[in-house]
């Protein structure tokens, strides 16, 4: 009991939030109106079966003009059912898709906001593909929430109106017990309430293992999916490494999981099929077996036994919803499990980088940027970069050097405000704008004219893109402007890395920040492309790469060397250029 009120606690705290909101009114309006239509198919429900006495009396005493005046009676109570049940369907999808597109938004700041989605990658290894959780986990809960929930109520409502019909159609019942009788009123209430009872306890046991196989089956999915994903993207280093075979194995492996999770599931599904599909069976039959000594012993006619029979049907279909729904439930539990797993690492994500924010950014009124007493970890808590005391002026142009691995890229994770391991401050100028270009840049879906204007909210016009274009050797895709595809996989290292100097030329930034993003570019290539940047007017270029050329473009060189005890550290006293 204790564990299923905790779990209703943290459901309410997953669906809270929307009927509370700014959307309150009408989310609550349209399930109102849903909930009235559920409860006018109940109303006619209840209609029909009174209507059932009536029109079986009529056969068995061959009344015709009551049969066919009963006939237009079903006709209307029929019609008014359509229209009920079909917009009672279209305000259900309505009311799912607008709860699930507030919380998709709600979900995506939460896990955009103050970059959690960087941080939950490096520290929470255990909350697995948050993208399954936001695009798949969040519309099963909505569409999963609103069908149980309706579908419980519609059991309640059914059960309270035709235990009041059938405890009046049930007599009474004398059981002889010690050489007595005791009277029992309404016994066929009594007959479906133990036989539901019973169902559903034997449904609860074999079917609980479900939730768990569920919850493993999603994971096993999401991963299965991803690596699809990441191979698709990587296709050309797969195929000049030739590892089809060895990605192959890895698809397999994770495969197996998928289909090792779904044998269990299915052996456990088998159980609860069988026990389902025999009390479904005995279902049909049952009420009237219940009923039939009334009938045969004159109490009452034909009409009165089909009326119920059909009464005692619905009690006890209300009262086995818990079993008709019980695979659904599994499934919907793995999900609200994902969701307050997810939900509860980025809460806790967030609460950590208010607790321990790293390295601070400071915009105060100066020209330069500075750092003060900054010290990177890694994740581990590892020392990568001690003593990091830099001061980078503007309109003097730096190159920062070292060996792979000694820390040059976390540094200008940290100047970025990303990195979240470590100390110290990053001090720059009031309102200035940065820009980082990254050795593989990023290229969003979409258009080529939304890919080269990434990251600003509206594109810069055709006739500059143009000019940009050819600046940077882009000319050959002018035309394909608003092609839309995935351009990672449609443009070679080198094309993309002509995008990230065009996106350069088109922001012109205050501070532009190079991790080795000439690299897949020839010599001569650079050059002219750093030779581009040179000429943005006010704009500060900090590189950092390994190439002799790029010294040309640079006053001033700081170089990473490691101390006596092995700690990398950034030599902040300017350099000449070899």
Same mark, same amino acid.
């Given at each position: 009991?204790?564990?299923?009120?905790?779990?209703?606690?943290?459901?309410?705290?997953?669906?809270?939030?929307?009927?509370?909101?700014?959307?309150?009114?009408?989310?609550?309006?349209?399930?109102?109106?849903?909930?009235?239509?559920?409860?006018?198919?109940?109303?006619?429900?209840? @209609?029909?079966?009174?209507?059932?006495? %009536?029109?079986?009396?009529?056969?068995?005493?061959?009344?015709?003009?009551?049969?066919?005046?009963?006939?237009?009676? +079903?006709?209307?109570?029929?019609?008014?059912?359509? $229209?009920?049940?079909?917009?009672? =369907?279209?305000?259900?999808?309505?009311?799912?898709?607008?709860?699930?597109?507030?919380?998709?938004?709600?979900?995506?700041?939460?896990?955009?906001?103050?970059?959690?989605?960087?941080?939950?990658?490096?520290?929470? !290894?255990?909350?697995?593909?948050?993208?399954?959780?936001?695009?798949?986990? =969040?519309?099963?809960?909505?569409?999963?929430?609103?069908?149980?929930?309706?579908?419980?109520?519609?059991?309640?409502?059914?059960?309270?109106?035709?235990?009041?019909?059938?405890? &009046?159609?049930?007599?009474?019942?004398?059981?002889?017990?010690?050489? %007595?009788?005791?009277?029992?009123?309404?016994?066929?209430?009594?007959?479906?309430?133990?036989?539901?009872?019973?169902?559903?306890?034997?449904?609860?046991?074999?079917?609980?293992?479900?939730?768990?196989?569920?919850?493993?089956?999603?994971?096993?999915?999401?991963?299965?999916?991803?690596?699809? #994903?990441?191979?698709?993207?990587?296709?050309?280093?797969?195929? =000049?490494?030739?590892?089809?075979?060895?990605?192959?194995?890895?698809?397999?492996?994770?495969?197996?999981? $998928?289909?090792?999770?779904?044998?269990?599931?299915?052996?456990?599904?088998?159980?609860?099929?069988?026990?389902?599909?025999?009390?479904?069976?005995?279902?049909?039959?049952?009420?009237?077996?219940?009923?039939?000594?009334?009938?045969?012993?004159?109490?009452?006619?034909?009409?009165?036994?089909?009326?119920?029979?059909?009464?005692?049907?619905?009690?006890?279909?209300?009262?086995?919803?818990?079993?008709?729904?019980?695979?659904? =439930?599994?499934?919907?539990?793995?999900?609200?499990?994902?969701?307050?797993?997810?939900?509860?690492?980025?809460?806790?994500?967030?609460?950590?980088?208010?607790?321990?924010?790293? #390295?601070?950014?400071?915009?105060?009124?100066?020209?330069?940027?500075?750092? @003060?007493?900054?010290?990177?970890?890694?994740?581990?808590?590892? $020392?990568?970069?001690?003593?990091?005391?830099?001061?980078?002026?503007?309109?003097?142009?730096?190159?920062?050097?070292?060996?792979?691995? %000694?820390?040059?890229?976390?540094?200008?994770?940290?100047?970025?405000?990303?990195?979240?391991?470590?100390?110290?401050?990053?001090?720059?100028?009031?309102?200035?704008?940065?820009? +980082?270009?990254?050795?593989?840049?990023?290229?969003?879906? &979409?258009?080529?004219?939304?890919?080269?204007?990434?990251?600003?909210?509206?594109?810069?016009?055709?006739?500059?893109?143009?000019?940009?274009?050819?600046?940077?050797?882009?000319?050959?895709? @002018?035309?394909?402007?608003?092609?839309?595809?995935?351009?990672? @996989?449609?443009?070679?290292?080198?094309?993309?890395?002509?995008?990230?100097?065009? !996106?350069?030329?088109?922001?012109?930034?205050?501070?532009?920040?190079?991790?080795?993003?000439?690299?897949?570019?020839?010599?001569?290539?650079?050059?002219?492309?750093?030779?581009?940047?040179?000429?943005?007017?006010?704009?500060?270029?900090?590189?950092?790469?390994?190439?002799?050329?790029?010294?040309?473009?640079?006053?001033?060189?700081?170089?990473?060397?490691?101390?006596?005890?092995?700690?990398?550290?950034?030599?902040?006293?300017?350099?000449?250029?070899?």
């Amino acid at each position: 009991m204790r564990k299923l009120l905790s779990f209703l606690h943290d459901l309410w705290q997953l669906a809270k939030p929307y009927w509370s909101s700014g959307e309150k009114w009408v989310a609550r309006s349209l399930l109102v109106t849903v909930i009235a239509l559920d409860l006018g198919t109940v109303a006619v429900t209840v @209609q029909i079966n009174q209507w059932q006495a %009536s029109f079986f009396n009529a056969l068995e005493n061959k009344n015709q003009a009551e049969f066919m005046r009963l006939l237009a009676v +079903f006709g209307a109570l029929a019609f008014g059912y359509i $229209v009920m049940a079909v917009y009672q =369907l279209y305000l259900t999808q309505m009311l799912q898709i607008k709860w699930r597109r507030w919380l998709t938004e709600r979900y995506l700041d939460d896990w955009l906001q103050e970059r959690i989605y960087y941080r939950m990658q490096l520290t929470d !290894r255990a909350t697995d593909n948050p993208d399954q959780r936001i695009a798949e986990d =969040l519309n099963l809960f909505v569409a999963t929430t609103l069908t149980l929930s309706l579908g419980l109520l519609n059991a309640l409502v059914t059960l309270g109106s035709f235990l009041v019909i059938l405890w &009046g159609l049930s007599g009474e019942m004398a059981l002889a017990l010690g050489g %007595s009788q005791i009277i029992v009123p309404g016994y066929l209430v009594w007959v479906a309430l133990i036989y539901a009872t019973a169902g559903t306890w034997l449904a609860h046991v074999i079917g609980r293992p479900l939730v768990g196989l569920n919850f493993q089956r999603q994971r096993f999915e999401a991963d299965f999916r991803f690596s699809l #994903v990441r191979f698709r993207e990587n296709a050309e280093a797969v195929a =000049l490494y030739a590892g089809e075979n060895d990605e192959k194995r890895g698809f397999m492996q994770r495969f197996q999981a $998928v289909a090792g999770n779904w044998w269990e599931i299915m052996r456990r599904q088998k159980k609860l099929t069988w026990f389902q599909s025999f009390y479904g069976q005995l279902a049909i039959i049952f009420p009237y077996v219940v009923v039939a000594p009334r009938y045969f012993s004159g109490a009452i006619q034909l009409g009165g036994l089909m009326q119920t029979a059909s009464a005692f049907g619905q009690v006890q279909t209300s009262l086995s919803w818990f079993i008709d729904a019980y695979a659904r =439930l599994a499934d919907w539990k793995a999900t609200v499990d994902r969701l307050l797993g997810f939900r509860m690492a980025v809460d806790a994500t967030a609460r950590d980088a208010l607790r321990s924010p790293g #390295v601070l950014r400071v915009q105060e009124p100066r020209p330069d940027i500075e750092t @003060q007493d900054v010290q990177l970890r890694l994740p581990d808590a590892r $020392v990568l970069l001690d003593d990091v005391d830099l001061r980078l002026a503007p309109g003097e142009p730096t190159l920062i050097t070292g060996p792979s691995g %000694s820390g040059k890229s976390t540094l200008f994770r940290a100047l970025a405000g990303i990195w979240p391991f470590g100390q110290g401050e990053v001090r720059l100028p009031e309102a200035v704008r940065l820009l +980082f270009l990254p050795q593989r840049p990023y290229l969003p879906l &979409g258009s080529l004219r939304a890919v080269l204007s990434y990251p600003a909210a509206e594109h810069f016009d055709q006739a500059r893109l143009h000019e940009v274009m050819r600046a940077c050797g882009l000319e050959h895709l @002018q035309q394909r402007l608003d092609d839309v595809q995935n351009w990672a @996989q449609a443009l070679s290292g080198g094309e993309q890395q002509r995008v990230a100097f065009a !996106r350069a030329l088109l922001h012109r930034p205050d501070w532009l920040f190079l991790d080795e993003a000439s690299s897949a570019l020839d010599e001569a290539a650079e050059r002219a492309l750093y030779g581009l940047l040179k000429e943005l007017p006010g704009t500060t270029l900090v590189s950092i790469g390994h190439r002799p050329g790029l010294r040309a473009f640079h006053a001033r060189r700081l170089a990473i060397t490691r101390d006596a005890g092995g700690v990398p550290r950034l030599v902040a006293v300017a350099m000449p250029i070899e």
